[in-house]
């Protein structure tokens, strides 16, 4: 039987057996992972995966159960029917919930996001792409002494979600990615460190080269970095940390994290957040993007939606669950973690608008003094419930739009939403890291200490 087969015929024993809703989440998965160094396979991983859950609603009660399925679907009746019967004595140990329950039908557009060259591509393919990413960041400049993580990964995998008021999808996505770190050493034995990624469900929009190159350029153009004395100073934030911020943001605008009070949006729909410059964007539906698909884990169809709008706040990201909390309608924006847990709430292809008439070479030129951040550490430390950062910068020091000298072991202190405030100008140069982008941001007068 098809997976969407098996699928119904669970909801329908789930429901034989007196539960009053009941939702079956498949997934199945297949990939390869490829490291290089030296010239050589460091490390290949290839991976095969098939998990099913059940989520049964009983009285007002959620039970629970998931399965691994090692040797395909179709032979694991008796295993199913032990999730079945897990699923249904776990109702009966939780406490009643009136919003538990599943979202109905709900028609869904088409995507692109199935390669066929991504699904059926030869291991030695990846093994080709791990070696030449590593080989175009040595080859780039005599200066890039070592390369580490120079990796590959292709996968593709099905999805399938069958409940019982009519939801029945399914579908097949794919990705291919590449990441690499370069290590540049100058003759004064100073080094550092530069890394890229692309990442797409298309094959023809990853560039291996590019992206060896790109980590070797981030690291030479740090290299004879100084330190500098404490400035209060505007910022350009180069794309990859213009991403690292948004993440944090993007946080925030769950409305789970709003109702379990651990986000600093909330209470502020329908007020300035941030600077009018920006819109914020979460789009599942983008072609290719690695955050795109018809539905979410719960098979509600995902959407293109404007969650600030010239910098006002217009509302939060939903599933089913916190929908009914807060008596509106799911987003689109349940996730799972894998086929073992419950859906919980993520973005999908999460953005800042470009701008449309400065490239982020010419927001540098714009900036008669101030910082280009090309690295950030430590952002994930920013405290998700307040807002506050604290973290250490790498960059170049810029003076009448020209690079003076590179700058090290600085560190700037603020909040999110102090940060976004300030955006000055944004960049047309939109780029993806997984599933949130971001153009070049300039950002207002900034405390940078030592």
């Known amino acids: 039987m098809e997976a969407r087969e098996i699928a119904a015929d669970i909801v329908r024993k789930a429901l034989n057996r007196g539960c009053e809703a009941a939702e079956v989440f498949i997934k199945s998965s297949q990939g390869i992972s490829v490291e290089a160094m030296n010239g050589r396979v460091e490390a290949m991983e290839v991976s095969r995966g098939f998990g099913l859950s059940l989520k049964v609603v009983k009285g007002r009660k959620l039970g629970f159960a998931f ?224 955050g795109t698909r018809p539905v979410d884990d719960e098979g509600v169809p995902v959407a293109n939606k404007t969650l600030i709008s010239g910098g006002v706040l217009n509302g939060f990201i939903h599933n089913t669950y916190t929908a009914a909390r807060d008596n509106t309608v799911s987003t689109g924006n349940a996730a799972r973690a894998s086929f073992k847990s419950l859906p919980g709430i993520d973005v999908t292809n999460l953005y800042i608008k470009p701008g449309s008439d400065k490239s982020g070479d010419d927001i540098v030129k714009s900036l008669s003094r101030g910082i280009l951040i090309l690295g950030a550490m430590g952002v994930h430390t920013a405290n998700p419930v307040s807002g506050d950062f604290s973290v250490g910068i790498s960059g170049r020091w810029i003076e009448k739009g020209e690079t003076v000298y590179p700058v090290k072991e600085a560190v700037i202190s603020g909040n999110i939403l102090d940060l976004f405030r300030k955006v000055e100008a944004i960049g047309n140069d939109l780029r993806f890291y997984g599933n949130i982008g971001s153009p070049t941001l300039l950002i207002g007068d900034m405390d940078v200490s030592a």
């Open 67 to 290: 399965m691994t399925v090692p040797a395909g679907i179709g032979s694991c009746r008796g295993e199913i029917d032990r999730t079945i019967d897990e699923a249904v004595q776990g109702s009966e140990w939780t406490a009643d919930d009136e919003y538990a329950g599943i979202p109905g039908y709900m028609p869904s557009g088409e995507v692109l996001i199935l390669d066929e060259k991504i699904k059926d591509i030869d291991e030695r393919d990846v093994i080709r792409d791990a070696l030449l990413l590593e080989d175009s960041s040595l080859s780039y400049d005599e200066r890039v002494k070592k390369v580490r993580k120079a990796g590959v990964s292709a996968g593709s995998g099905e999805t399938v979600i069958v409940n019982s008021r009519g939801v029945s999808a399914a579908y097949e996505a794919t990705y291919y990615s590449a990441h690499v770190t370069a290590i540049a050493t100058d003759e004064g034995g100073d080094s550092q460190m530069g890394w890229d990624y692309a990442g797409s469900r298309r094959l023809s929009d990853i560039d291996i080269k590019s992206v060896g190159e790109g980590a070797s350029k981030r690291a030479l153009e740090l290299l004879g970095s100084v330190k500098i004395s404490p400035v209060k100073i505007p910022v350009i934030l180069a794309p990859f940390v213009a991403v690292e911020f948004l993440g944090i943001l993007s946080a925030s605008l769950s409305a789970e994290a709003v109702q379990k009070q651990r986000s600093f949006l909330a209470g502020k729909s329908g007020r300035r957040v941030v600077s009018p410059l920006i819109d914020i964007i979460d789009d599942g539906t983008m072609d290719w993007r690695t």
